[in-house]
């Protein structure tokens, strides 16, 4: 499509993606269909156990700053510096998330965000916002989608289609079911439940400038701050066996277990087996598909493309990433979507794996790892490192959370910066072994 043709552009799911997309597209002047199968999540109630609080950081920023939202944003929003690690027994520890402890991760909850960008979108001329249409039906070759809504099913045409619409994608599936696209799940042994810490005395019941860690080996729990001085919790625990979801049934089963594991948690949370009891298990896993556009018609973008396990709060900000990045292919390509959207997958697709990949390994760093001495102790070395090498050698947290360096050329970086260390580390101890060898000789000569 030429820059002058501006034909309407489809975006499926009104989610954080798709909201942030028709922000985007709706300012290089597209006329922008914007579909979501739920209700208008501004007037309805929320799901209960459903609110799963963000870590929203520099890449999500940077996108929001872009459509001038990040200040807004930003005002329902906590900045954690650091994680505080809850052990089982003894005193509460506080790790910095950077060498300079300034620097902040913001806690904010998926709802609050979500209304931010839909009012964003819904101001914009030439978006419209349909509810309640759910995807049936797509063709890809002539961009023709069929929707089910309460007055049962309708049909339009775009010369565009992205499916925006997160982990369980409509469109992804009509892809599938096309045979133009393939996809692997990987879905984790675990799960994860919601519990909420009510303000007390109104008050926060914990430091609210913290992202709250009780690590526990095979599971943990995490808690993130509220506006409202509450912190909503989640537990990530295995779905089988002897410490799962599946083996606490009754009141007095769980109320053992959690003063036996998180005995600092019971007195805080009056409705934990309530919490526990009624609010939902949901999934963790890793989808990846290939390609991610069909033609230069039809895209897929955010967790469409490639959802990943919550470990590195990156999700959001991943897909914030996906649509500066699809923006920037289309000044490039000067709107030629048919040139544009193949650009945009050969860019991103690599860095979608990196942070999959780094995302599943942080669940374990974040599981079995952050309590340990051994830990502790390495990342103060490596925060020593970034104060004697400024700008030189920095975290693969930093670089992740801090920076919009590419996830690919971060774990490359990385790498690079643990073989130097390594080889330094070697020379250090072969020159002091070196040093000990002569004095012991000298010793005998003497």
Request: one cysteine or more.
């Amino acid at each position: 499509m030429s820059a002058t043709a501006r034909d309407e552009v489809a975006v499926v799911g009104a989610g954080l993606a798709g909201c942030l997309l028709a922000c985007f597209l709706a300012r290089r002047g597209y006329p922008v269909a914007l579909y979501e199968r739920r209700p208008d999540p501004r007037t309805g109630r929320v799901e209960r156990g459903r609110s799963i609080n963000l870590a929203l950081s520099e890449r999500g920023l940077d996108a929001l700053r872009r459509i001038g939202l990040a200040d807004r944003v930003l005002a329902d929003a906590l900045p954690m510096r650091g994680r505080m690690i809850h052990p089982v027994s003894g005193g509460q520890e506080f790790q910095s998330y950077s060498v300079s402890g300034d620097r902040a991760i913001n806690s904010i909850s998926r709802g609050a965000l979500n209304n931010a960008l839909l009012d964003a979108a819904a101001a914009l001329p030439g978006v419209r916002i349909s509810f309640d249409h759910r995807l049936v039906g797509l063709d890809p070759t002539s961009g023709e989608a069929t929707f089910e809504t309460p007055r049962g099913k309708v049909t339009a045409a775009a010369s565009v289609v992205l499916g925006a619409d997160g982990a369980g994608s409509a469109v992804r599936g009509q892809l599938l079911g096309y045979g133009v696209l393939t996809e692997s799940l990987d879905f984790l042994d675990y799960g994860y439940k919601e519990l909420t810490i009510p303000p007390i005395g109104g008050e926060f019941a914990l430091d609210p400038g913290a992202l709250h860690i009780w690590p526990r080996g095979t599971s943990m729990m995490i808690a993130l701050p509220n506006p409202d001085r509450s912190f909503t919790c989640t537990l990530f625990w295995p779905t089988h066996g002897t410490a799962s979801f599946a083996s606490l049934g009754s009141p007095a089963a769980i109320e053992r277990h959690f003063a036996e594991h998180y005995p600092d948690l019971v007195p805080l949370a009056p409705n934990l087996v309530d919490d526990y009891q009624h609010n939902p298990v949901g999934v963790l896993g890793t989808v990846r598909c290939t390609p991610w556009q069909v033609d230069g018609r039809v895209a897929l973008v955010g967790d469409a493309a490639h959802a990943i396990v919550p470990f590195y709060g990156q999700g959001a900000n991943c897909a914030f990433e996906d649509v500066v990045e699809l923006d920037r292919c289309l000044d490039e390509c000067g709107d030629e979507w048919s040139a544009a959207l193949p650009l945009y997958q050969r860019r991103r697709q690599e860095n979608a794996e990196a942070i999959a990949r780094m995302a599943l390994a942080n669940f374990v760093e974040m599981r079995d790892k952050v309590a340990s001495p051994v830990f502790r102790t390495g990342k103060r070395i490596e925060h020593t490192l970034e104060r004697a090498l400024p700008g030189r050698y920095v975290s693969r947290y930093e670089l992740v959370s801090f920076s919009t360096t590419p996830y690919a050329q971060v774990r490359r970086r990385v790498r690079r910066q643990h073989r130097a260390v390594g080889v330094a580390a070697a020379g250090v101890v072969a020159l002091l072994a070196g040093a000990a060898g002569a004095l012991i000789r000298r010793g005998r000569r003497g």
